[in-house]
């Protein structure tokens, strides 16, 4: 089984509905990241969490909330989706952080929204 | 601003031939570069870190090489495969106090037969 596992891998759905990416790890870190990559633009972070009672916005975080329910597991919610996030989205977990620690990202799960 | 950009965005080579991908970035300060591989359609994986003070290193086949001072970076793939054909991502990492790794766009790099 993967270290880092998100699901759906794939998911399509309508402009305004309420979307969940979930992730959990068995890598035991405390630090856990949700990205999005698009085509020709480098990853960008959305959202990160250093602990289970922390989170902290990144450079993307309009119309994106999320949760950390256990050190274990970090969810990505969208609200209303709309177009525009259609996207790859992946999470990420390090110990003890990225700016020393490696990444170590998930399988990705591709968002489309119509 | 605080930028990496990679070139080529993409490339083409023949299996067993070498090829450079480059890096340059104007993060500062710096604390540390990697070059991840992301075959389609899984996540990026870490192929070597570099610090401030190191200007080589290599993982089997991969050698990458730091310029700090020029802020550049290169990642040397020797006697390519079928399986190097991947995104090459360069992500640096300032030396902040919070969490401000930068990825690169990658280089898409297609090796055939």
């Known amino acids: 089984d993967a270290d880092v596992t998100q699901t759906p891998r794939n998911r399509i759905t309508k402009t305004g509905k309420r979307i969940m990416l979930e992730c959990s790890q068995t890598?035991?870190?405390?630090?856990m990241y949700w990205y999005r990559q698009d085509p020709g633009l480098g990853l960008r972070l959305i959202y990160y969490?250093?602990?289970?009672?922390?989170?902290n916005k990144g450079e993307i975080s309009d119309g994106y909330s999320v949760s950390r329910q256990a050190q274990a597991k970090f969810s990505l919610s969208l609200e209303s989706a709309i177009p525009n996030q259609t996207a790859l989205y992946f999470c990420?977990?390090?110990?003890?952080?990225?700016?020393?620690?490696?990444?170590?990202f998930g399988e990705g799960s591709r968002l489309t929204v119509l | 601003k605080n930028q990496v950009e990679q070139s080529p965005q993409s490339l083409i080579i023949l299996e067993g031939k070498n090829c450079t991908l480059q890096?340059?970035?104007?993060?500062?300060?710096?604390?540390?570069l990697r070059w991840y591989k992301q075959d389609t359609g899984r996540g990026p994986v870490s192929l070597t870190i570099?610090?401030?003070?190191?200007n080589t290193k290599s993982n089997g086949r991969y050698t990458a090489t730091l310029d700090a001072d020029t802020k550049q970076s290169s990642l040397h793939i020797t006697a390519s495969q079928l399986s190097d054909s991947a995104s090459y991502i360069c992500?640096?990492?300032?030396?902040?106090?919070?969490?401000?790794?930068?990825f690169g766009a990658g280089t898409r790099l297609f090796v055939k037969a």
């Open positions: 990420a977990t390090s110990d003890p952080g990225p700016n020393t620690g490696e990444l170590f």
């Open positions: 890598k035991g870190h405390d630090r």
């Open positions: 969490s250093f602990d289970v009672k922390d989170i």
């Open positions: 890096c340059n970035y104007t993060v500062s300060p710096f604390s540390n």
């Open positions: 570099m610090t401030f003070s190191e």
């Open positions: 992500v640096v990492s300032p030396h902040t106090g919070g969490f401000k790794t930068i």
